[in-house]
């Protein structure tokens, strides 16, 4: 009774068998043997005992102490440790994912440009007297200047974003 009490409310306090031996002035091995059973404390180290516990020396002789919620915190607290790292991976997989869909963009504006620079606009030497080629040079004229205009800067806002997300070591 009174070892696992002792070893009880000392893990309640938070306090190692090592911390205890130094406020009690004794060394590691004799909280050991007192929390096995092994030995018992003298009446005045059970009243040093239960001023360093914080506990009266009625309590510690008396019935089993029920474990506190120390033990039960520091479960919750290791949960919300994996959940947290949980947390951590995805927002670093979040990250790369986004950063690679930037660099896929660039690329695909990139290669864009470099297909209207290779064309050179051929639209424009087109015969526009027939109805389906003047919708299609005009879809194609839309498309290209709506694209120059506007592609320079989604591309300025990827690069940003790709130096925003990269991995940072």
């Not at 015969?127 to 591309?155: C, K, M, Q």
């Amino acid at each position: 009774m009174l070892n696992e009490n002792i070893k009880t409310i000392r893990k309640s306090k938070g306090l190692s068998q090592q911390e205890l031996a130094v406020k009690l002035d004794v060394v590691r091995q004799t909280i050991s043997k007192w929390e096995q059973g092994l030995s018992v404390p003298d009446s005045d180290m059970l009243i040093s005992i239960s001023e360093v516990l914080e506990t009266p020396v009625s309590t510690l002789l008396g019935e089993n102490v029920i474990k506190t919620e120390v033990d039960e915190l520091k479960a919750i607290s290791a949960k919300l440790e994996v959940i947290n790292l949980q947390l951590a991976q995805r927002k670093t997989t979040r990250k790369r994912i986004v950063f690679w869909i930037l660099i896929l963009l660039c690329i695909v504006i990139l290669s864009i440009f470099a297909v209207l620079l290779a064309l050179e606009s051929p639209y424009s030497g087109w015969n526009y007297s027939d109805p389906e080629t003047a919708v299609l040079g005009t879809a194609f004229h839309s498309f290209e200047w709506l694209f120059v205009r506007v592609a320079p800067i989604i591309l300025i806002g990827t690069v940003i974003g790709i130096f925003l997300t990269r991995k940072k070591e």
